[in-house]
């Protein structure tokens, strides 16, 4: 009986602690998949998800691009805004060089950081980024199960593809984009194939 009401004790110091600690707005420690220890359980690495909405060229422009991504089913509860890793050539662009030649200073409204890691959902590393915000070589497909394309409209050297759906406002047949494969290991998530616009392919959606 004795031992019984120590138990019993024991359970209700310990529901109490707990209470003050959330009442205190003590947040609880969590390890990321990545192995980082994080306050919320989110990856210190940025994550890249390939989105499970598939839309014709008529993206909405630029701004429409993120706004599906920021909306999108696979879209991680951890981390702030996505947005979209494509470029028109005026409202975002990664270089106007063949892989920045120039330096960073050629970008417009970029979404990669330099120096960063960029993982998948499921904490698998895409890719480190150089010194200039692109990536130069890839360790793991963005997604290696999926068969479809992604909108880019730039060239595996990260430059200008002149195919862009007009920036990514048109979804006629006879205008086109240059679509990137998710399940490359290579470049060939940029640049795989010129496709119409008519057609449903998804989007690249990088965390800031």
């Known amino acids: ?45 940025k994550i ?21 991504c920021d909306a999108d089913a696979n879209r991680p509860s951890c981390g702030g805004t996505y947005k ?6 005026l409202n975002r662009q990664a ?3 063949i892989n920045c030649g120039g330096g ?19 904490g698998t590393t895409i890719g480190t980024t150089n010194t200039l915000g692109i990536f130069t070589t890839i360790d793991a497909a963005a997604d290696p199960t999926n068969n479809s394309f992604v909108f880019t409209g730039m060239t595996g050297q990260w430059v200008e593809a002149t195919h862009h759906c007009s920036r990514f406002t048109n979804s006629t047949a006879g205008v086109f984009s240059i679509v990137g494969s998710p399940r ?25």
């Open 1 to 45: 009986m004795v031992l019984f009401f120590r138990k019993t004790i024991l359970i209700i110091a310990c529901l109490i602690f707990t209470s003050c600690l959330e009442d205190e707005g003590v947040a609880p420690s969590f390890t990321s998949k990545t192995g980082f220890s994080t306050p919320d359980g989110c990856p210190s690495e």
């Open 184 to 208: 490359s290991t290579n470049l060939g998530i940029l640049q795989a194939s010129n496709s119409a616009c008519s057609s449903f392919f998804h989007l690249y959606c990088v965390e800031q």
């Open 95 to 97: 270089c106007s060089t």
């Open 84 to 89: 979209a890793m494509l470029s028109d050539y």
């Open 48 to 68: 890249i998800f390939v989105s499970a909405t598939t839309s014709q060229g008529n993206l909405g422009g630029v701004s429409g691009a993120d706004t599906i």
């Open 104 to 122: 960073a200073g050629e970008h417009i409204d970029w979404v990669l950081t330099a120096s960063t890691t960029y993982i998948r959902p499921d």
